[in-house]
């Protein structure tokens, strides 16, 4: 099955108002450049994101961020956004903060059709006990706190019940994809795309090399093209630096 589609504009056109995206990417290692952009210009507002982070001031989420298209974002670390800081302390976006190999898990078992699982992490912290700010009022009061989670003894250790996360769409980038929607990442850069791709309803990938059907050998294929709608050839890529540190060289 052919599943290209024209460009990043047509691609976040299906995505309306108020949708829940999986956007793949580990700080600015991997993000979906095109689309992200694409859903700039289009202006598409009241989105909640899943994500690893919020990307930074200038790049990646972020500028979805700064054109206040975001209302929400579930998150493991969003520590170089001070824009994003901003909104979160004056209550103009809520913050869903998960332990990064909960909610790696957690799109996995969404992807997975599991709508529950326990994990040890956060036992004992407010991550179970609840508790932690999600949005705060302008005046930097709470007004809205994580819940208490069930906890179970599991052989004399104590686990959280994290529930499953499932997205209307996942956008994500790949290294090659062919016309049917196989995929491929390179190195780190796959993060936390795969099982996006499987836990969105709708899934778009952008893919800086696409190839006809048979060009990529099956063995290879980080993700197969049943859980992929649409995808298309991506262009000028920037592959943003989060922090570039240098010093200077030795003199011979």
């Not at 009241?46 to 001031?57: A, I, P």
């Not at 898990?105 to 999600?134: K, W």
């Not at 929607?181 to 795969?194: E, Y």
């Not at 791709?197 to 893919?207: L, S, Y």
Request: glycine share 12%.
């Amino acid at each position: 099955m052919d599943k290209r589609i024209s460009s990043a504009d047509d691609a976040v056109a299906l995505i309306p108002n108020g949708s829940t995206i999986m956007s793949g990417g580990f700080g600015l290692c991997g993000n979906p450049e095109n689309l992200i952009a694409a859903l700039h210009r289009a202006g598409t507002e009241g989105l909640s994101f899943v994500s690893n982070n919020c990307g930074t001031d200038a790049h990646g989420l972020g500028t979805l961020l700064n054109n206040k298209q975001i209302v929400k974002m579930t998150s493991s670390y969003v520590g170089e956004n001070k824009e994003f800081e901003r909104q979160f302390l004056t209550g103009e976006i809520e913050v869903e903060l998960v332990p990064q190999g909960t909610l790696a898990e957690r799109i996995r078992a969404g992807g997975a059709g599991i709508p529950a699982f326990y994990t040890a992490t956060g036992v004992g912290t407010q991550v179970s006990e609840g508790g932690l700010p999600m949005i705060y009022n302008a005046n930097g009061s709470v007004k809205k706190a994580s819940p208490k989670k069930e906890v179970r003894d599991f052989n004399g250790r104590q686990y959280v019940l994290e529930q499953g996360l499932t997205a209307d769409f996942t956008i994500i980038r790949a290294a090659v994809a062919d016309y049917s929607g196989n995929l491929v990442f390179r190195k780190t850069a796959q993060n936390f795309s795969s099982i996006m791709a499987m836990a969105g309803k709708v899934t778009i990938v952008e893919a800086e090399q696409l190839v006809p059907l048979g060009e990529i050998d099956p063995d290879h294929v980080h993700v197969p093209g049943v859980y992929v709608q649409h995808v298309f050839q991506g262009s000028g890529y920037e592959k943003w630096i989060e922090q570039r540190t240098t010093r200077p060289r030795a003199q011979a």
